[in-house]
């Protein structure tokens, strides 16, 4: 068995079998970190000794390793969601996710980079700087991971962990598994707990898996998924029956190989007895405002309570509040984040809120009543997840913003409307070296759609069993 092939649902039916202990998974993965990937910058925090210490108390449980995204929330751990300023932040509880995954023998294999405060499609703007995917193009150029959950993307294709946590408020999840060949899924809004993860627009947020297949996607949703005290948006899971039919948006802007695969999984699933109908979304064009109106302005107010008084060392020399806080937030906030604080407070001002903020809700409710009829005559509707392949490590340091924030073009709606969506790793690009995906996005409860829809894509495609997982080693 080819161990960087391995998925958590073969794992565990090894680990029955005997065929493998938990002891030599992890330090197979150990091992992939020490000799090929220490210079990606993928931990905030390494884990896998503590992790070892663990498994030789109890040798024979089969314990999964986890890439936690640093904004998750660990008891008796730091948690710094990339960020400077919650660097010596100790959680003083763990999230429900965690809590649920640990329940079933799942453990951190380290607290990992992501963009700061998960604002950014890159993980450039992560206060411990940037992480970088193992993959490499044609050229030999670094390839970004994507964003903002990059270490999770970046730990998963480097076979660090069976799978991670990323978080999705507007694509964090699916736009970085796109980049890195993975499988990103983003469960409906409120089926997952929210609880104990580090906020960046609580009515969007959304935690979300990394694995190398939708099954093992599945096996984790349903570890996790269901009512949480904790959280008063949980609901529990009600499933949604297959009508056998799929809905394909061909957005001719993106790259034509994405194009080409979007024709190519609409046949295959129309052998597999799909009926496929073209649709077209009139209104996608709105949605990148609209994200950026109201996520800017729930982080403002979210971001209001790192004032230094609880978050902080105290040591900043100030004259008076004021000084206090302009100072504080100053030294300790990225770019990114002071950019989005100014963006929030612009549109919540009392001047402007009902142009911007509430206009932009109304809009949602609009949308929502016109594009219902669609969602709901689907299984799923087949798209893109990003414009193309990813970009290399340089081109993220182009500092116009917007550049960056049309990268959440396809999958930012999802959010918006709290839909369940995943992305498919398809291949690796003939022209760039890299990895395709698509995207498949359901109705609210559409999950178990997700998956059963998911998985004739994936086999079609067979990434996980064709590549290497990257081209580094
Ligand atoms: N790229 C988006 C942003 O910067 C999405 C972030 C996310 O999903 N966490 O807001």
Redesign the pocket.
């Given at each position: 068995m080819d161990l960087n092939k391995l998925t958590i649902k073969k794992y565990l039916e090894m680990h029955k079998n005997k065929e493998i202990n938990a002891l030599d998974l992890f330090q197979f993965a150990q091992n992939q970190y020490t000799t090929h990937h220490k210079h990606l910058n993928i931990f905030i925090e390494e884990q896998y000794a503590k992790a070892l210490d663990i498994i030789n108390k109890n040798p024979t449980l089969p314990f999964i390793p986890m890439g936690v995204k640093d904004n998750y929330l660990q008891e008796r751990q730091n948690a710094t969601a990339g960020s400077k300023i919650l660097k010596n932040f100790i959680a003083p509880y763990s999230s429900t996710v965690i809590k649920r995954l640990e329940s079933v023998n799942c453990l951190s294999i380290g607290r990992l980079n992501m963009?700061e405060f998960?604002?950014?499609?890159s993980g450039k703007t992560s206060g411990f700087g940037p992480t970088l995917s193992p993959w490499t193009n044609k050229k030999g150029a670094s390839m970004s991971p994507g964003?903002?959950?990059s270490g999770s993307a970046s730990s998963l294709a480097s076979k660090l962990c069976l799978f991670s946590l990323g978080?999705?408020?507007?694509?964090?999840?699916r736009?970085p598994a796109a980049w890195c060949g993975l499988t990103g899924f983003k469960p409906t809004y409120g089926l997952l707990s929210r609880y104990g993860i580090v906020e960046?627009a609580c009515a969007f947020d959304a935690p979300g898996f990394f694995t190398k297949t939708m099954e093992d996607a599945e096996i984790l949703f349903s570890y996790t998924k269901g009512k949480d005290v904790f959280d008063f948006t949980t609901v529990d899971h009600i499933e949604e029956k297959s009508k056998k039919k799929i809905g394909v948006l061909y957005d001719t802007r993106v790259h034509p190989e994405t194009l080409e695969d979007l024709k190519n999984t609409v046949k295959h699933l129309k052998s597999k007895g799909y009926e496929v109908e073209e649709v077209s979304f009139s209104m996608l064009e709105y949605f990148l405002p609209i994200?950026y109106i109201l996520?800017p302005a729930e982080a403002s107010s979210n971001l209001a309570r790192y004032d230094s008084i609880i978050f902080g060392d105290g040591k900043t020399k100030v004259q008076d509040l004021d000084d206090l806080y302009t100072k504080f937030r100053s030294e300790n906030f990225g770019e990114e984040v002071q950019r989005r604080i100014v963006m929030g407070n612009y549109v919540m001002y009392s001047g402007n809120v009902d142009g911007y903020y509430n206009h932009a809700r109304k809009l949602i409710s609009k949308i929502w009543s016109e594009m219902k009829d669609t969602f709901y005559a689907y299984d799923c509707i087949l798209m893109p997840t990003t414009s193309g392949p990813g970009i290399t490590y340089e081109e993220t340091l182009n500092p116009d913003p917007m550049a960056?924030?049309l990268?959440?073009l396809y999958t930012?709606f999802v959010?918006i409307l709290g839909l369940p969506a995943a992305s498919i790793p398809t291949r690796v690009s003939p022209s760039t070296g890299t990895p395709l995906g698509i995207q498949i996005v359901s109705k609210p409860m559409g999950d178990n759609l997700i998956f059963s829809v998911g998985k004739e894509i994936e086999q079609y495609y067979e990434f996980n069993e064709k590549n290497s997982w990257s081209n580094k080693c």
């Open positions: 963009d998960a604002m950014g499609s964003g903002s959950s978080s999705d408020t507007g694509g964090s999840v736009q960046l994200y996520c960056m924030y990268c959440d930012c959010n």
